[in-house]
């Protein structure tokens, strides 16, 4: 089974920048489309950013100009460069992963799924 685990998040001021990782197992990390997603208490989990493995991005339109997604498949890693962050950012952001190259937006179309890295961004 695909393990994802999430690190980087921490408390930041307004305005300061974050960068969060996500380690992956498996041995055809290149060929899954991958995601950043994130959820405050309350509400629904909302799409943040993904990637496929031809590079292909799609971001959700607060955090666009903002946030960056990459990957490095020879380390089977994800990164979310997040910068000018914003008191709304604030959430627990999760990593996760479907084994199709196509980018999507919706949670259930994640089978696999992190345990999650808490962002706090103070005004």
């Known amino acids: 089974q695909v393990q994802l685990v999430e690190s980087g998040g921490g408390l930041v001021q307004a305005g300061d920048s974050l960068r969060l990782s996500c380690a992956a197992s498996g041995r055809t990390f290149s060929r899954y489309a991958m995601a950043w997603f994130r959820q405050t208490p309350g509400k629904e989990r909302e799409f943040v950013a993904a990637i496929n493995g031809a590079d292909s991005t799609s971001y959700t339109d607060s955090v666009k100009g903002r946030f960056t997604i990459s990957r490095d498949n020879a380390k089977k890693s994800l990164y979310l460069q997040m910068n000018s962050l914003k008191p709304e950012d604030t959430a627990q952001y999760y990593c996760?992963?479907?084994?199709?190259?196509?980018?999507?937006?919706?949670?259930?179309?994640?089978?696999?799924w992190g345990q999650g890295t808490q962002v706090i961004v103070s005004s």
């Open positions: 996760a992963a479907r084994n199709y190259a196509g980018v999507r937006t919706a949670p259930s179309e994640y089978p696999y």
